[in-house]
């Protein structure tokens, strides 16, 4: 079987191997979900994947599931106890930007449906296009944050290399 390089060394429990062989650019229907990956993103930023990945299920946890409806309604308290939470990153601009973006994230659904339903009604679009929308949508979006989120939920072309078996399912399915 062929990997990506990044993926084809590791072993298989190793997280950046399991990351690519169940989830980078799988297109992600559940809200919920989708928004949990662009926390991890914008929480990212300025550090490794691998301490992101590593510390998944504590975001999840600490952000409820990432459910997008309770984050929405986050107050001064839940980000003193976010920022005390060491199994998370403990930025308070990137933890505001969370909240911020759950909120904006409810107005979408309110107008369009659905998170999901927004990102299909824009696809396709270019990097600097998306890049444009998300920057005017949300906070704490580098081009950067809009490239890994789209390539990893399947609305950028890129997250695998034409010979690795994952690009060659995730073509399959489309």
Not at 1 to 16: L, S
Not at 43 to 51: D, I, M, T, V, Y
Not at 54 to 77: G, T
Not at 86 to 96: A, H, P, S, Y
């Amino acid at each position: 079987m062929h990997y990506c390089e990044f993926a084809g060394n590791r072993p298989e429990d190793d997280v950046h191997r399991i990351y690519h062989d169940y989830h980078y650019g799988t297109p992600i229907t559940n809200d919920n979900e989708l928004f949990g990956r662009l926390i991890l993103e914008i929480n990212q930023a300025g550090l490794s994947w691998e301490l992101i990945l590593k510390r998944e299920p504590h975001f999840r946890n600490a952000f409820d599931q990432f459910n997008i409806e309770q984050i929405a309604l986050y107050d001064d308290e839940k980000i003193t106890t976010l920022l005390q939470n060491t199994g998370i990153i403990r930025n308070k601009l990137k933890v505001k930007a969370v909240i911020t973006n759950a909120q904006r994230i409810v107005q979408i659904k309110q107008e369009f449906g659905s998170f999901k339903q927004w990102l299909d009604q824009h696809s396709p679009k270019s990097l600097p296009e998306w890049t444009k929308l998300f920057k005017k949508t949300f906070t704490f979006v580098g081009s950067e944050i809009v490239n890994e989120f789209l390539m990893s939920t399947g609305y950028l072309p890129g997250a695998h290399q034409e010979n690795c078996f994952r690009y060659l399912e995730l073509v399959q399915t489309k």
